[in-house]
């Protein structure tokens, strides 16, 4: 974990995949394991972006990207990142962030697409438009 105090300023984050407020003050602290994170696909421009579909690393209880055929717990959707987090420049240092649990999505502004068995593993939590 990096608590050495930095400034720095960046534009701001596209939320445009929310299709409202509901859920968004319920959102839950993680830390994301980057490691698991691929550069160019999951942050092309040095950022996690918001809305990127993440799941549970059964091992470490820490955020991976979510991928429908893994066996590490990141197989089952838990939620999305809500607000973009800078990508550290090294993959050994675990970012927090917060997970967007339930609410509403809509689906075709998602940075990453979800498959329908992303979408089953939250029904009745979250909701696709």
Known sequence: MELTLKTESWG?????????AHGTDTARSITLDTSTF????????GHFPSGLPLGKITATGKYGPY????????EVLAGFLFTAV????V????????LLWHGAV???KLPIAVDSNGKADVAGRIVFF
Do not use: F, V
């Open 12 to 20: 701001q984050d596209d939320q445009s995949w929310l299709a409202s």
């Open 38 to 45: 691929t550069s160019g696909t999951h942050y092309p421009a």
């Open 67 to 74: 991928n429908n055929a893994a066996s590490d717990g990141t």
């Open 86 to 89: 800078k990508a550290p420049s």
């Open 91 to 98: 993959n050994t240092i675990d970012p927090q962030g917060a």
């Open 106 to 108: 809509l689906d075709a």
